[in-house]
T-cell receptor
Framework: DAGVIQSPRHEVTEMGQEVTLRCKPI?????LFWYRQTMMRGLELLIY????????DSGMPEDRFSAKMPNASFSTLKIQPSEPRDSAVYFC????????????FGEGSWLTVV | AQRVTQPEKLLSVFKGAPVELKCNYS??????LFWYVQYSRQRLQLLLR??SRESIKGFTADLNKGETSFHLKKPFAQEEDSAMYYC?????????FGPGTRLSVLP
């Protein structure tokens, strides 16, 4: 398996533009997570899905952020409109259900909003 | 609320010295704990999990329920161990991560 696949790997955009980050989880995994990583705040959980259903979105910063998982093999994280403080690395991760199973991360999407 | 703390933001040791990265947790049930490592500009990857009781790259971690700790140890640090280390706790289907400790192994 290629692991969790994220795109784009790097994006530079202007303030006010819409940003869409994409994630393909590992096949057979039924939980998907979106994390944001910054120097100041470390690794923050934004939202996670189980069987394509959002379970906990309490980490989503504000209404500018939205996430969807239309099927088991695809998820998006959208920021509209983007702001410079959204600059961060956004990680997607997935996990197969059951005890003892760990979470696997993608390589991250490096977002810079200027 | 479930919580993971890592008191040290940065830990510097010399090559060959022992290293211990601290992790404490608060959890109402029976915890499942993990250590993740992130090398420079790479993805987070699993280092070890407490249920496996394994040693990976010379690292070990023992769950101490009395002290609610899961410290990561290595007797002789290597320069290639320099990375960001995250302690994590599984809470149902969610994973709660600590703030991370940056380990710098000096030559």
């Amino acid at each position: 398996d290629a692991g969790v696949i994220q795109s784009p790997r790097h994006e530079v955009t202007e303030m006010g533009q819409e940003v869409t980050l994409r994630c393909k989880p590992i096949s057979g995994h039924n939980s998907l997570f979106w994390y944001r990583q910054t120097m100041m705040r470390g690794l923050e959980l934004l939202i996670y899905f189980n069987n394509n259903v959002p379970i906990d979105d309490s980490g989503m910063p504000e209404d500018r952020f939205s996430a969807k998982m239309p099927n088991a093999s695809f998820s998006t994280l959208k920021i509209q409109p983007s702001e410079p403080r959204d600059s961060a690395v956004y990680f997607c991760a997935s996990r197969r259900g059951g005890g003892g199973n760990t979470i696997y991360f993608g390589e991250g999407s490096w977002l810079t909003v200027v | 609320a479930q919580r993971v703390t890592q008191p040290e933001k940065l830990l510097s040791v010399f090559k060959g010295a022992p290293v211990e990265l601290k992790c404490n947790y608060s959890y109402s049930g029976s915890p499942e704990l993990f250590w993740y490592v992130q090398y420079s500009r790479q993805r987070l990857q699993l280092l070890l999990r407490h249920i496996s009781r394994e040693s990976i790259k010379g690292f070990t971690a023992d769950l101490n329920k009395g002290e609610t700790s899961f410290h990561l140890k290595k007797p002789f640090a290597q320069e290639e161990d320099s990375a960001m280390y995250y302690c994590a706790l599984r809470d149902g289907q969610n994973f709660v991560f600590g703030p991370g400790t940056r380990l710098s192994v000096l030559p």
